[in-house]
């Protein structure tokens, strides 16, 4: 190439007078990652199978645990509880219930709990939940627990559960605000949890804040980033728009004109899931919640970015 042309003229002067990247570490600088996957309880048998060849899939990973969800409303409690029963009869995996406080009494969602520990589940993620669909915002069940840090209080005075709560690094969307939020996340702790799981989100420095301000106020437990593969943007956008997720502008352009093109979605949706574990992980981050959504091949690609390897066979 001719070196005196205008081009090359630029890219020299970019070189020199723009910002210089650093690559990100290489695994074997790093610990290797402790995982955990969340899946939700199939609705129809062909869900059911997907599910299953999902967590097949996953279980050489050996996660730390791999969590069920409970629908919106706990409308999904005989489900979840099945699935839950099966992951701890047929596999090695460690299973974790969501249970939530909207639309039961206390005592029945005492009971579903009393159900889990003589099942063999040890691990609860303990949420208020989300009103069922079509319902004006969220009421407590009259004789209900409120909000969940009140269901952690419950939780503890049946068993000694290990209990995660959800985090919000944007702030949930119904606080009043960042602060108040913060001050439930603590409640929370207080009441017993060791763990929080974030809500999802794309903007790797909001997170990094958020550690920041939780750090500040005084809570130690892990508070591990819960990832999102993003498989359907256009689907992704409307939702995060309902949870208080931020969706920044920079992912709007990466899967622009890629409505029809579900391959290099794919791709692309790799590329920016990776991107961000590996920015967590350069930051020290070394606990990571995958939200399945019942699709292995995507979390495995970045499970295994991570540094997590299949355990060896017999
Ligand atoms: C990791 C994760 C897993 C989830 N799994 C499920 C699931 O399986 N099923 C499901 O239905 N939903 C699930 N959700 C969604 C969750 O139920 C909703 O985000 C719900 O709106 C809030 O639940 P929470 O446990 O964070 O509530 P809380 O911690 O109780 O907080 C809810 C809101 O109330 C405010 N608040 C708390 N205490 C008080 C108080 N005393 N007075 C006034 N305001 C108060 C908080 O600031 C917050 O705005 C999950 C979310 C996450 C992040």
Request: neutral net charge; hydrophobic residues 45%.
């Amino acid at each position: 190439m001719d070196q005196t042309s205008p081009a090359a003229a630029g890219t020299l002067q970019r070189w020199l007078t723009g910002p210089r990247v650093g690559g990100l570490p290489h695994l074997a600088a790093l610990p290797a990652p402790r995982l955990s996957f969340e899946f939700f309880p199939p609705r129809t048998e062909a869900l059911e199978a997907q599910l299953w060849a999902c967590i097949r899939r996953l279980e050489p990973l050996r996660p730390a645990f791999v969590s069920v969800t409970y629908g919106a409303g706990g409308t999904t409690q005989a489900r979840t509880h099945a699935t839950v029963a099966r992951i701890v009869q047929e596999t090695s995996l460690v299973p974790a219930a969501h249970l939530t406080c909207v639309g039961a009494t206390r005592a029945e969602v005492e009971e579903v709990a009393r159900r889990y520990w003589e099942a063999g589940v040890r691990h609860i993620v303990a949420l208020r939940g989300d009103p069922p669909a079509g319902a004006t915002g969220y009421a407590p069940h009259p004789g209900g627990f409120a909000y969940a840090a009140d269901l952690v209080a419950g939780l503890k005075r049946i068993a000694p559960f290990e209990i995660s709560v959800a985090a919000y690094p944007e702030t949930h969307p119904a606080a009043v605000s960042p602060e108040a939020d913060l001050d439930n996340l603590k409640r929370k702790i207080d009441a017993g949890a060791t763990r929080a799981i974030t809500q999802y989100f794309f903007d790797t420095g909001v997170y990094l804040r958020f550690l920041d301000r939780c750090a500040a106020a005084g809570i130690t437990v892990p508070i591990v980033p819960g990832i999102m593969p993003v498989s359907n943007f256009t689907q992704m956008r409307k939702f995060s728009a309902m949870c208080g997720a931020g969706v920044p502008d920079w992912m709007g352009t990466l899967f622009e004109g890629l409505e029809e093109d579900a391959e290099t979605r794919r791709l692309v949706a790799a590329v920016v899931a990776a991107e961000q574990v590996r920015l967590l992980q350069a930051n020290g981050v070394d606990e990571f919640h995958f939200y399945t959504l019942n699709r292995p091949d995507l979390v495995y690609a970045i499970a295994h970015l991570l540094g997590a390897r299949p355990a060896p066979r017999g």
